[in-house]
């Protein structure tokens, strides 16, 4: 099992490939940190083929932490707008949150300034600016917050 994680950091397919021979279900194995073999990908950079391999190798994309933090809130977090992508592909939703603050992927990105994402979740997947979270907060609010011009404009052109 730690060899899975270390060939994820190495980001390396062939060794994951091979860790998971070893494995006969990715449910419920997580690092010393209490990770999942996606959130570590996420986390550690490597590439979107050795997460859909994990995919593919039966791990969840609808895990949630317990304040309800899901992959794609984690991918936005990173930047990860390949995997960001492959999870709405997938099933995920972006124009919902299972957190318990009702902070939403867009608000995620706006917050955290990443154009690209915003970019895409606002044209491709057609989320709603307007949502608001349980601070009675919308992702312009956040944007306005955070002081991030271009994406304030992003909305504004919707």
């Known amino acids: 099992m730690d060899n899975l994680f270390q060939e994820i950091k190495r980001n390396s397919k062939v060794g994951v490939k091979k860790a998971l021979e070893e494995i006969s ?3 419920d194995i997580k690092n010393e940190n209490g990770e999942t073999p996606l959130q570590v990908v996420i986390k550690s950079g490597a590439d979107l083929e050795i997460f859909i391999l994990l995919v593919q190798n039966g791990a969840d994309i609808f895990e949630v932490d317990e304040e309800g933090v899901g992959l794609i809130d984690e991918a936005i977090k990173k930047g990860r707008l390949d995997i960001v ?3 709405v592909q997938e099933g995920i939703d972006p124009n ?5 603050s009702g ?3 867009l608000m995620a990105a706006m917050a955290y300034g990443d154009e690209p994402i915003t970019r895409y ?3 491709e997947c057609k989320v709603d600016p307007y949502v608001k979270d349980s601070f009675d907060k919308t992702a312009l609010d956040y944007a306005k917050m955070t002081g991030y ?3 304030i404009k992003l909305v504004e052109e919707r």
Do not use: I, Y
Request: net charge positive.
């Open 96 to 100: 919902t949150t299972k957190r318990k």
């Open 103 to 105: 902070f939403t992927p």
């Open 85 to 87: 992508k492959f999870l």
């Open 121 to 123: 979740l606002l044209k």
């Open 25 to 27: 279900s990715l449910k």
């Open 149 to 151: 011009g271009e994406l």
